[in-house]
């Protein structure tokens, strides 16, 4: 089995800082890709931040320039730096890694984090 722990979510005022970690454990091969979603009340999951195993990384424009992935491929870690937070950044926030588990692929979800940012 595959587990992914996210921690480091929580209570900050606009215009702070948060950093979220996650890290993933059991049977892993290889990790093909990690990210962060979103998902805030009465809406959709949507992409907050994607890393590739090469370090390649995608963000939507909601928060290129304020969030920042990075990725740890030794320790099957990743975390997203959030900096310049707004209201409307306020989600429930899940890992999310595609793995090569040596029997099959396949995508898997941490049990996500609050963020809320308000004053």
């Known amino acids: 089995q595959v587990q992914l722990v996210e921690s480091g979510g929580g209570l900050v005022q606009p215009g702070g800082s948060l950093r979220l970690s996650c890290a993933a454990s059991g049977r892993i091969r290889s990790i093909n890709a990690m990210g962060w979603y979103r998902q805030a009340p009465g809406k959709e999951r949507e992409l907050v931040a994607t890393?590739?195993?090469?370090?390649?990384?995608n963000y939507p424009d909601s928060v290129k320039g304020r969030f920042t992935i990075s990725g740890d491929n030794a320790n099957n870690t990743v975390a997203l730096q959030m900096n310049s937070l707004k209201p409307e950044d306020t989600a429930v926030y899940y890992c999310?890694?595609?793995?090569?588990?040596?029997?099959?692929?396949?995508?898997?979800w941490g049990q996500g984090t609050q963020v809320t940012v308000s004053s």
């Open positions: 890393i590739s195993r090469g370090g390649s990384t």
């Open positions: 999310h890694a595609n793995i090569w588990t040596g029997w099959s692929s396949g995508n898997y």
